[in-house]
């Protein structure tokens, strides 16, 4: 069955690094769009970074572009978040999911949710 692993959350400095892994199984990492969501306390669950099945483009939430990066590796069947000059505010739980549909581009209708990886930026 299909299931989704995150690690390499934990606490972090501001302007720190982290890099989240998200580990698929049961399907084909390279047929579905793939997107990393995080949720905040007290706040609702916001899309951070998509990407595509195929070509592998890219999306990303103004509040980290230019410094997240999405990336797949299909070989391991894997996506990772590199997040670079954290701040507090990206302080959340964040969450690996995949779409519901086979060659999907968008990550506007996902239907696989892994469990979650925390994320604490603070001094």
């Known amino acids: 069955q299909v299931q989704l692993a995150e690690s390499g959350g934990g606490l972090v400095q501001p302007g720190g690094s982290l890099r989240l892994s998200c580990t698929a199984s049961?399907?084909?990492?390279?047929?579905?769009?793939m997107g990393w969501f995080r949720q905040a306390p007290g706040k609702e669950r916001e899309g951070v970074s998509c990407?595509?099945?195929?070509?592998?483009?890219?999306y990303y939430a103004d509040s980290v572009k230019g410094r997240f990066t999405i990336s797949r590796d299909n070989a391991k069947n894997t996506v990772y978040l590199q997040m670079d000059s954290l701040k507090p505010e990206d302080t959340a739980t964040y969450y690996c999911?995949?779409?519901?549909?086979?060659?999907?581009?968008?990550?506007?209708?996902?239907?696989?949710w892994g469990k979650g990886t925390l994320v604490t930026v603070s001094s």
């Open positions: 049961g399907f084909n990492l390279d047929y579905y769009a």
């Open positions: 990407i595509s099945s195929g070509v592998g483009s890219t």
């Open positions: 999911a995949r779409a519901d549909s086979k060659g999907s581009y968008f990550c506007d209708n996902m239907e696989y």
